[in-house]
């Protein structure tokens, strides 16, 4: 391969990428955009809700973080399925809510009513459960030898 053979492939293998990451942050977007709007949730445009999404996935990317670590730490000493899966919920949902609600507030805007706001947290939640289920729930698949 020549070096033009070589700059024409890294310049495809990062326009991929950034196709890719388009689709996935516009397929998140637009998701988030109709369960607002199938609630009821009115904005002022379409960049007050670009940057309510936006400051949604920078607070909760940090809170997720302290969660996480708050959901490992209390796993260890608690016994039992049921506690274990209600203390992860409440942790969960509480960083979320402090997140999305924070978002709301710093977007002038957005308004979203506090019901709606609980109901989306219980939401990704339940979503982010089911996904996670289905990955520690995959079958090993056995080699043969």
Do not use: W
């Not at 998140?28 to 940057?51: C, E, K, M, Q």
């Not at 670590?69 to 402090?98: E, P, V």
């Not at 996904?131 to 043969?144: A, H, V």
């Amino acid at each position: 391969m020549n070096s033009l053979d070589k700059i024409i492939a890294i310049i495809v293998v990062i326009l991929l990428v950034i196709v890719c990451i388009a689709i996935v942050f516009g397929s998140v977007f637009f998701g988030i955009a109709g369960f607002l709007n199938l609630f009821g949730v009115r904005y002022d445009s379409f960049s007050s809700l670009l940057l309510f999404v936006l400051n949604y996935f920078l607070i909760s990317l940090i809170l997720d973080f302290i969660s996480i670590f708050l959901i490992r730490l209390t796993k260890q000493n608690l016994i039992g399925k049921y506690k274990s899966f209600l203390t992860r919920m409440m942790i969960d949902c509480t960083f979320s809510y402090i997140a999305f609600h924070t978002a709301d507030e710093v977007i002038d805007g957005i308004n979203i009513p506090i019901i709606t706001e609980v109901i989306a947290v219980i939401f990704f939640f339940l979503v982010g459960l089911a996904f996670e289920d289905k990955e520690k729930k995959k079958p090993k698949k056995e080699q043969r030898n």
